[in-house]
């Protein structure tokens, strides 16, 4: 099995590509901590390695997330905890795969608001964020100030670029195609 590694804007993120799907199309799994990763044969392994911070299941890849630390020193042992958890034929995730939460329900105009936000954010942002090592899920729409919120998943939690990529990405591509979006919030 050979793992590839790239680099994220996230300077505190390495993206582990192991060659194979890893949650599956559209499917994503985030551990910001120890205690979430307990549902995950992988992700708890990985959290035995010193430093590691974050862990971040997405289509095809891992990323992870280091506290401090080198990554040359870091690397080997994420590496090699990934491999065996492959090679073993470890379920990713006990009991279930991609994580649900509840969404607010919007009808009328807002729900058509709401839907095309949706499709813009999964056919041009999404795929873009994911080859960061990320992801980014639609929190809400309030109609009566045209705020969108946002939340940032893997390696953009925390990415020193995430506030750029929200406003001046996210938040003019928005309010360009959608008149109705005034601004974007990260929550």
């Known amino acids: 099995m050979f793992i590839q590694t790239e ?9 582990f590509l192991p060659g194979k799907p890893v949650m599956g199309e559209g499917a994503v799994a985030d551990f910001p901590d120890a205690d979430a990763a307990k549902r995950s044969p992988l992700a708890s392994a990985l959290f035995k390695v010193p430093e590691v911070a974050r862990v971040f299941f ?19 042992a994420i590496l090699g905890a990934i491999m065996e958890h492959f090679t073993a034929g ?3 995730i006990d009991g279930g795969a991609e994580e649900r939460e509840d969404e607010p ?4 105009e807002d729900a058509e608001i709401v ?15 994911a080859n960061d ?12 100030s045209g705020v969108v919120s946002l939340h940032m998943r893997g390696s953009c939690a925390g990415c020193p670029s995430s506030t750029l ?8 591509m928005l309010r360009h195609y959608i008149p109705e979006v005034s601004a974007v919030e990260s929550v």
């Open 90 to 92: 470890l379920p990713l």
């Open 7 to 15: 680099s994220t804007p996230n300077p505190a993120t390495l993206k």
């Open 165 to 172: 990529t929200l406003k001046n990405g996210i938040e003019n």
């Open 58 to 76: 997405g289509s095809d890849f891992i990323s992870v997330s280091k506290a401090d630390g080198d990554w040359k020193h870091l690397k080997p």
């Open 105 to 108: 329900v919007y009808s009328g």
């Open 115 to 129: 839907s095309q936000i949706k499709e813009l954010l999964d056919t041009r942002v999404r795929p873009a964020v």
């Open 133 to 144: 090592g990320g992801d980014i899920i639609f929190k809400g729409f309030d109609a009566s």
